[in-house]
């Protein structure tokens, strides 16, 4: 994916520039593209927008930048989100330890759950598990048709399970980021923390934000309870349901794989992307048995 003439063209005549000087491509990715732009007073993040997730994307980024967690927005449409540019490096690039990843990571995790007032779902819509997965297949070659049958039965008997112990406890959906990963953590020059890339934002049980963070970054299981412990001391408010946290942490791993799998449209990033999801769906089949949960393994489709 990179940028066409006329996108660029499209870019230097935003209204939030004026005398572009430089354009460079930051990152040309499978899911967005993401740009600096240089003018002669400022410099400038941009980033090209995904269609089907560009409203909350931007309603996110708004909101959680006028709290002081995210780069002040500047301008956005239906295409294009500007922001403040920050001179620093992603938390996976710094020398800080594990701990202290997830130290970070936690602490801005906590300050976005407890931000009031919470968004409703009229700007910013609810997680649906199904249809989550459903968006996912976009690239026929990736997953043959009757494994996807095979698929749908497994994203049936989580979105199942998911639903009836929310209603059980009638769980509240707070605002979540959906993909914490230490990648979305920004680290600026004074060592202060920022959140970007809401393009996975909904709003879901803080469980759900917690079990992402824990696969997408692939911690492993045994630091659950550490991690559970040490958000709630974070977030006083917050009573952990562990049933609820074991689901979600098998919807991420499956999500997370079938994401991999479903982005193998580059023969360079083919074999990479196929280890990130055996390394998703085989920690699912693994939680799933150490956990006693009757549903099929992953494994089967890729091994």
């Not at 992402?212 to 006083?236: E, G």
Request: hydrophobic share 40%.
């Amino acid at each position: 994916m990179s940028l066409t003439s006329s996108e660029l063209n499209a870019l230097r005549s935003l209204p939030c520039f004026e005398k572009v000087v430089d354009i460079l491509l930051l990152i040309d990715g499978m899911s967005h593209t993401c740009i600096k732009v240089t003018t002669a007073l400022q410099t400038f993040f941009v980033k090209k927008l995904n269609s089907e997730t560009a409203r909350e994307e931007v309603l996110s980024s708004r909101y959680t930048a006028e709290h002081g967690l995210s780069p002040r927005v500047i301008y956005h449409d239906n295409y294009w989100l500007v922001t403040d540019y920050i001179v620093g490096i992603t938390l996976d690039k710094t020398v800080f330890t594990g701990s202290q990843c997830i130290d970070t990571a936690l602490s801005l995790m906590a300050k976005l759950h407890q931000l009031m007032p919470q968004p409703n779902n009229e700007t910013i819509p609810d997680l649906e598990t199904s249809k989550s997965v459903q968006r996912l297949f976009t690239n026929p070659s990736s997953i043959p048709s009757q494994q996807r049958l095979f698929l749908a039965d497994i994203t049936k008997t989580l979105t199942l399970k998911i639903d009836a112990e929310q209603k059980r406890l009638n769980t509240p959906n707070i605002l979540c980021h959906g993909d914490i990963n230490y990648s979305n953590i920004l680290i600026d020059e004074a060592q202060q923390p920022w959140l970007i890339d809401f393009e996975c934002s909904h709003l879901a049980p803080v469980e759900f934000d917690l079990s992402m963070f824990i696969a997408v970054n692939n911690i492993s299981p045994r630091h659950i309870s550490d991690i559970v412990n040490s958000y709630t001391v974070l977030n006083s408010s917050y009573m952990p349901n562990n049933t609820l946290l074991t689901y979600y942490l098998l919807y991420s791993y499956f999500i997370n794989g079938l994401w991999y799998l479903d982005n193998t449209n580059d023969s360079k990033v083919n074999s990479h992307l196929k280890s990130l999801a055996i390394d998703q769906w085989s920690a699912f089949d693994n939680f799933a048995v150490k956990n006693h949960i009757d549903i099929p393994k992953l494994m089967l489709l890729i091994s």
